[in-house]
């Protein structure tokens, strides 16, 4: 069974430039979620999509933002890029049926701003 | 609020030595789960383990076991035998009832194995 699959791997903007991450889920799984980490911060909840609706978000700004399609597959866009966005994004993959599933996580896209 | 705290920001272990990672827990939920994972250098978070807040039992898989301890609001990882790609950085993680299936992380312990 395939895992989670994120493209790209790295990636590398400058400030005011704009992105978008991909990230393909576990077959089955239907609940998305992102995680920025940075050394600094460690790791943060950004945002999780289930069935095509972002179900649940955290403290990021509206630079921030994500969708689901019908395939499950999820993406998030981060806008007007800033020096302290550049951090690994991890997204991780469930099946979202039971409070005590697990999420399984993709390899990450490591972003680098100029 | 949830917090996890793991004290132990690294850790030096001898190869075959056992060791154990220090994991503590504070939540309201009367249910909840605790998970470990591993983050070698490359980046990717592996699962290692799960423990639920209703398990009798420890959890176990393979080498990594958990050490629960509910009344201390502790869960421990234990790692026998310890080998080489035991390197990385190890993470505590919790969900709770509550949480709007929210993990909420420890800073995590890098845990460096010596041949």
């Known amino acids: 069974k395939a895992g989670v699959t994120q493209t790209p791997r790295y990636l590398i903007k400058t400030r005011g430039q704009q992105v978008t991450l991909s990230c393909s889920p576990i077959s089955g799984h239907r609940s998305v979620s992102w995680y920025q980490q940075t050394p600094g911060q460690g790791l943060q909840f950004l945002f999780e999509?289930?069935?095509?609706?972002?179900?649940n978000k955290g403290n990021f700004p509206g630079r921030f933002s994500g969708r689901q399609f019908s395939n499950s597959r999820s993406e998030m866009n981060v806008s007007t890029l800033e020096l302290g966005d550049s951090a690994l994004y991890l997204c991780?993959?469930?099946?979202?049926?039971?409070?005590?599933?697990?999420?399984?996580f993709g390899p990450g896209t490591r972003l680098t701003v100029l | 609020a949830q917090k996890i705290t793991q004290t132990q920001p690294g850790m030096f272990v001898q190869e075959k030595e056992a060791v154990t990672l220090d994991c503590t827990y504070d939540t309201s939920d009367q249910s909840y789960g605790l998970f470990w994972y591993k983050q070698p250098s490359s980046g990717e978070m592996i699962f290692l383990i799960y423990?639920?807040?209703?398990d009798e039992q420890n959890a176990t898989e393979g080498r990594y076991s958990l050490n629960f301890q509910k009344a201390r609001k502790s869960a421990n990882l234990v790692i026998s035998a310890s080998q080489l790609g035991d390197s990385a950085m190890y993470f505590c993680a919790m969900r709770g009832l509550d949480s709007n299936y929210q993990l909420i992380w420890g800073a995590g312990t890098k845990l460096i194995i010596k041949p």
């Open positions: 423990q639920g807040s209703y």
């Open positions: 999509y289930f069935s095509e609706t972002q179900r």
């Open positions: 991780a993959s469930s099946r979202r049926d039971s409070n005590t599933d697990t999420q399984y």
